[in-house]
């Protein structure tokens, strides 16, 4: 399966952007999905989190009251609302599934999108 992000670009500081993460495959069924970002110099860190069955969601402290994770089980999409973007926002976005409850592994990736926020 396939994950495929879009709705990155480049956007002003106080703008919003919307992230979309689609699996390729309509049966594919995953435990947890993550986005994740990565600056340049930096380490990936996790931003989001949202868990497919009942929707429960994680943020980090950066991005709490400003970013909003959703889930469209239906159509097997994953979105992240941005909202309020700041420069130290800019970096590349990636989602990706965890199939298992049992392990915290990330199993599948997509191939990123980059967010770029001037000030």
């Known amino acids: 399966v396939q994950l495929v992000e879009s709705g990155g670009g480049l ?3 106080g703008g ?3 992230l979309s993460c689609a699996a390729s495959e309509g049966t594919f069924s995953y435990y947890k999905m993550g986005w994740f970002r990565q600056a340049p ?3 990936r860190e996790s931003v989001a989190t949202i868990r497919r069955n009942d929707g429960t969601t994680t943020y980090a402290d950066s991005v709490k009251g400003r970013f909003t994770v959703s889930r469209d089980n239906a159509e097997n999409t994953v979105y992240l609302q941005m909202n309020s973007l700041k420069p130290e926002d800019t ?3 990636f989602c990706a ?3 298992s409850p049992s ?3 990330y199993d599948f990736w997509g191939q990123g999108t ?3 926020v001037s000030s």
């Open 103 to 105: 392990t915290f592994r």
């Open 11 to 13: 956007v002003q500081a």
């Open 114 to 116: 980059q967010v770029t």
């Open 91 to 93: 970096a590349v976005y």
């Open 97 to 99: 599934a965890r199939t």
């Open 16 to 18: 919003s952007l919307r």
């Open 41 to 43: 110099g930096k380490e």
